[in-house]
């Protein structure tokens, strides 16, 4: 495992393994055997400080300024480069035995929520005082590899300080920010929309952003992702 993978896999635990991944887990009914110290419950994520919303864009350049690094060979992403809400990234993207595939991945938005959202979840003291931000984002096929039931996650919450906010684990379905893997026929030119959940700790501290960290970027020593503001 490299010290990025590492890093990453350490970052948002709140002192919960549940089925073998280190990120606070809210389960929806019928799924409570697998957290057993919590009912079940779908889970949420924070949203960006201060933006209630961001509206979708089409394709757009990266921002370039900052020092951020201009865009790959072929259009595609590099590793910190940094987009405004509502631009696209073009990035390279494989699932299991999935390989090849090319998504244009927007950040479209990052909501603030209330802290009444977690209630369902039946998380307890765990999120005491935290409030849910929404991190909402969109794929799309623009390469000639079938996607099929292919899951794009890695998405976490920015806080105002560069850290990653503290991301929430749903089993099952959470309304207010759906996360579902992409439906059969997900060939080239089909879209579709998701969430991933943030929690800023506090309601001083806001999630003013998201980043990528998926696949060829987590590898990265450096630890340098795709980021959204």
Not at 159 to 171: C, K, N, R
Not at 178 to 186: C, I, R, S, V
């Amino acid at each position: 495992m490299s010290t990025n993978t590492m890093r990453r896999a350490a970052t948002g635990v709140i002192g919960l393994a549940v089925a073998g991944t280190l990120t606070l887990t809210g389960c929806k009914n019928g799924n409570e055997e697998v957290a057993p110290a919590q009912s079940s419950a779908p889970a949420a994520q924070p949203s960006q400080g201060g933006q209630d919303s961001a509206q979708p864009g089409t394709p757009a350049s990266p921002s370039t300024g900052g020092g951020q690094a201009p865009a790959g060979a072929a259009g595609q992403a590099k590793p910190g480069q940094t987009f405004k809400i509502g631009e696209t990234a073009q990035i390279p993207f494989s699932y299991g035995s999935t390989k090849g595939g090319t998504l244009a991945l927007t950040v479209t938005a990052v909501e603030q929520g209330q802290p009444a959202d977690l209630d369902s979840l039946k998380l307890g003291d765990k999120v005491k005082g935290m409030i849910p931000y929404y991190v909402r984002y969109t794929v799309k096929n623009i390469g000639t590899v079938d996607l099929s039931y292919a899951s794009v996650g890695h998405i976490k919450g920015i806080l105002p300080d560069g850290s990653e906010a503290q991301g929430v684990s749903v089993i099952g379905k959470f309304e207010k920010c759906k996360d579902e893997t992409l439906p059969k026929g997900f060939t080239n030119g089909q879209t579709q929309t998701s969430c991933a959940i943030a929690l800023a700790p506090s309601a001083q501290t806001k999630v003013v952003g998201a980043e990528y960290w998926g696949d060829p970027y987590n590898n990265l020593s450096d630890g340098k992702g795709l980021f959204w503001k």
